[in-house]
């Protein structure tokens, strides 16, 4: 009898006080696991502090990007080279990417009330921009503040209708992993088109628009301040900063592909809705059931359109509805540039997720379609494209968009 070689994952822990604050050394590898053997061996370092997965591990030979710590490389590569399990190495020196990006990202401040798809905006400057949408049309849009995130910002949403009651509601929220810098730039976009180009006055008609364009804005400020690559919410921990927050919400909660532990990327939180902002986006669906037909959570990257469920290989009761909308969404998206989506539910994932936003948004608030859309990768890590490439995900993002409002029009008004 041939045994497999055990391997032992090492954690390393953090203080609160010690987030990691520079990359210096940490290389990203793009693995392709061909077999289930190897996909479940790439998974176990999902759960190592040393270990930070770009991407999730959803199909065999498809490519994961994980970035690695100095310490954990060497034998990284030897459990590689043992199983002869694919990988390349996408990003020698992560802190060296990220300083080069900076020097070449020459920013200037956008004018309060603004927009721009050629440069990544800060929080206020978002805020600045829906409020003025609001006042300049101030006949179709509105902004609230539905809470207030850890450290005290704003969770503000634009409401876009013609008013009246009982309509069907489009939800579209941003920005959940703070990392995730071209998901605002769609949600922007898509608020700007639709309030502020004429020829789509029609699509807010007879549907209701709610978008958070920063679910999390804490730490989207902490990208931009101290920690690029930073993913979680801002709450101290005893040891570690930050909940994963797409793993806080109270449906099968740390049930499968979660953390327990602090300073995991996916940390699911001390108790489900521990944090803050999950909480706001709860409240405010609950409140708003049945009438949010649509849920849209816009992420990167890796160019899926998801589906529940996420927690089970279990096929959701609509799944042929979902899929087929999913294809068409995909097919408008596709036909701008080229740009191609995977359209699936967990049964095509290898590894399953719980506590997120996709499957408490079915299972509790009741909305039957429900999509978590990955945006497409850019830049040199990944998260943040080029400001020449933001323009292009944003429009063809759009046309997709019009899909889902075609659907959500046709099968709920009348």
């Avoid at 920013?107 to 978002?126: D, K, L, P, S, Y």
Wanted: glycine share 6%; proline share 4%; with cysteine.
């Amino acid at each position: 009898m041939t045994l497999k070689p055990i391997y032992f994952l090492t954690l390393i822990s953090l203080t609160a006080s010690q987030d990691l604050t520079n990359y210096e050394g940490y290389k990203v590898y793009q693995v392709v696991p061909e077999t289930l053997d190897q996909a479940s061996l790439i998974n176990k370092f999902q759960y190592d502090i040393n270990f930070d997965f770009w991407t999730e591990i959803r199909l065999l030979n498809a490519p994961v990007d994980v970035m690695v710590a100095p310490l954990a490389q060497e034998s990284f590569e030897a459990v590689l080279n043992t199983e002869n399990i694919e990988y390349s190495t996408l990003i020698e020196n992560v802190e060296e990417t990220l300083q080069k990006r900076n020097r070449r990202r020459k920013r200037a401040t956008v004018e309060a009330g603004n927009v721009t798809f050629t440069e990544f905006m800060r929080h206020q400057e978002i805020l600045a921009y829906i409020h003025q949408v609001a006042a300049d049309h101030a006949d179709v849009a509105s902004t609230e503040v539905i809470g207030k995130s850890f450290e005290g910002r704003d969770l503000t949403i634009i409401k876009i209708s013609t008013g009246g009651s009982d309509k069907p509601i489009i939800y579209i929220e941003a920005a959940i992993h703070a990392r995730e810098w071209i998901s605002p730039p769609v949600a922007l976009y898509i608020i700007n088109q639709l309030v502020e180009n004429p020829e789509n006055s029609d699509m807010y008609q007879d549907v209701d628009w709610v978008i958070l364009p920063v679910v999390n804005p804490d730490g989207y400020e902490y990208t931009h301040t101290d920690v690029r690559l930073w993913r979680k919410t801002r709450t101290p921990g005893t040891i570690c900063y930050g909940v994963d927050a797409n793993r806080n919400f109270d449906y099968q909660w740390m049930v499968t592909g979660a953390s327990n532990w602090q300073c995991s990327e996916t940390y699911a939180g001390h108790v489900a809705f521990s944090e803050v902002e999950t909480r706001t986006v709860r409240d405010y669906l609950l409140a708003n059931t049945p009438n949010v037909k649509l849920f849209l959570d816009l992420h990167s990257y890796g160019q899926w359109l998801l589906y529940p469920w996420a927690y089970t290989s279990d096929l959701v009761e609509n799944i042929e509805e979902l899929h087929s909308l999913g294809d068409r969404v995909n097919d408008a998206i596709y036909a701008v540039r080229g740009t191609n989506y995977t359209v699936g539910s967990s049964n095509a994932i290898l590894y399953a997720s719980s506590g997120g936003s996709r499957d408490w948004t079915k299972a509790v608030a009741g909305i039957d379609l429900g999509y978590t859309v990955e945006l497409p990768r850019g830049g040199d890590s990944g998260f943040d494209p080029d400001a020449s490439d933001i323009l292009p995900v944003v429009t063809e993002t759009w046309e997709g968009v019009k899909v889902f409002y075609e659907y959500v029009r046709d099968k709920y008004v009348n």
